[in-house]
C-alpha cells in the first residue's frame, strides 16, 4: 500500500536560509509525486511533480525536489527562504496500481520563517 | 487559477442533520474528488467521481454520499451529521487520473455542533 511520511510537522528557518522539507514514500510500482503548498484559508495549489524523466523537477517560486528512488525520498528545498514562503507544504503520491485516484496526502509540514 | 468554486464556505450544523456542500467548476475536467482536511492527517479522500453519475468511494466514506449529474457539480452530503465530521473539505478536480495535477476548491469550513 502507499503511504507518505513527512519528517517534521513544523519547521521553523530564517529569512535568507536554505528550506529543507523532507518526503518518504512507499509505493511498489513507480510512482507519481508531487508537492502542493497551502497558504492561510486557501485550497491546496501544486509546487511541483514528479512523473517520468528527470528527477531533479523545478518548481514554483525557486522550489525543487530530487527523486530518489534508492532512498524513497522527494525532498522539497529552496536555497533561501523568503518570509513569503511561510505556509503548509504536502507531499503527496498516487501509481498506477491504484489507477491514480487514490493520492495519499502526507500530514504536511508548516513552515515558519524568521525575519 | 482553476474554476474551482465551494458552496457554502462556512457553516454551522447541529448533530444529525443533514448537510449537503457542493463543488462547481468551470474547467469540464473529467474527475472531481471530494477530501477532508485534519490537522496531524493532511487531506482524505472521502469520495471521487470519474465522469457523469461514476462515483466511487474513497479511504474515509461511511457516513458519506455523493452525486454529480452534471460534469460541472459534484455534491458531497453528509447523511446525518456527525461531531467527527467537523472538519475542513475541499474540492479537486483534475483532467486525467495517474500523474495529473489535482486543482482545488477554496475549501469549506463545516462545524457540527
Known amino acids: 500500500a502507499q503511504s507518505v511520511t513527512q519528517l517534521g510537522s513544523h519547521v521553523s528557518v530564517s529569512e535568507g536560509a536554505l528550506v529543507l522539507l523532507r518526503c518518504n514514500y512507499s509505493s511498489s510500482v513507480p510512482p507519481y509525486l508531487f508537492w502542493y503548498v497551502q497558504y492561510p484559508n486557501q485550497g491546496l495549489q501544486l509546487l511541483l511533480k514528479y512523473t517520468t524523466g528527470a528527477t531533479l523537477v523545478k518548481g514554483i517560486n525557486g522550489f525543487e525536489a530530487e527523486f530518489k528512488k534508492s532512498e524513497t525520498s522527494f525532498h522539497l528545498t529552496k536555497p533561501s527562504a523568503h518570509m513569503s514562503d511561510a505556509a503548509e507544504y504536502f507531499c503527496?503520491?498516487?501509481?498506477?496500481?491504484?489507477?491514480?485516484?487514490?493520492?495519499?496526502f502526507g500530514a504536511g509540514t508548516r513552515l515558519f520563517v524568521k525575519a | 487559477d482553476a474554476g474551482i468554486t465551494q458552496s457554502p464556505r462556512h457553516k454551522v450544523t447541529e448533530t444529525g442533520t443533514p448537510v449537503t456542500l457542493r463543488c462547481h467548476q468551470t474547467?469540464?475536467?473529467?474527475?472531481m474528488y471530494w477530501y477532508r482536511q485534519d490537522p496531524g492527517h493532511g487531506l482524505r479522500l472521502i469520495h471521487y467521481s470519474y465522469g457523469v453519475k461514476d462515483t466511487d468511494k474513497g479511504e474515509v466514506s461511511d457516513g458519506y454520499s455523493v452525486s454529480r449529474s452534471k460534469t460541472e457539480d459534484f455534491l458531497l452530503t453528509l447523511e446525518s451529521a456527525t461531531s467527527s465530521q467537523t472538519s475542513v473539505y475541499f474540492c479537486a478536480i483534475s483532467e486525467s487520473t495517474s500523474g495529473e495535477t489535482q486543482y482545488f476548491g477554496p475549501g469549506t469550513r463545516l462545524l457540527v455542533l
Open positions: 474547467e469540464n475536467h473529467r474527475y
Open positions: 503527496a503520491v498516487s501509481d498506477q496500481n491504484t489507477g491514480g485516484f487514490k493520492t495519499i
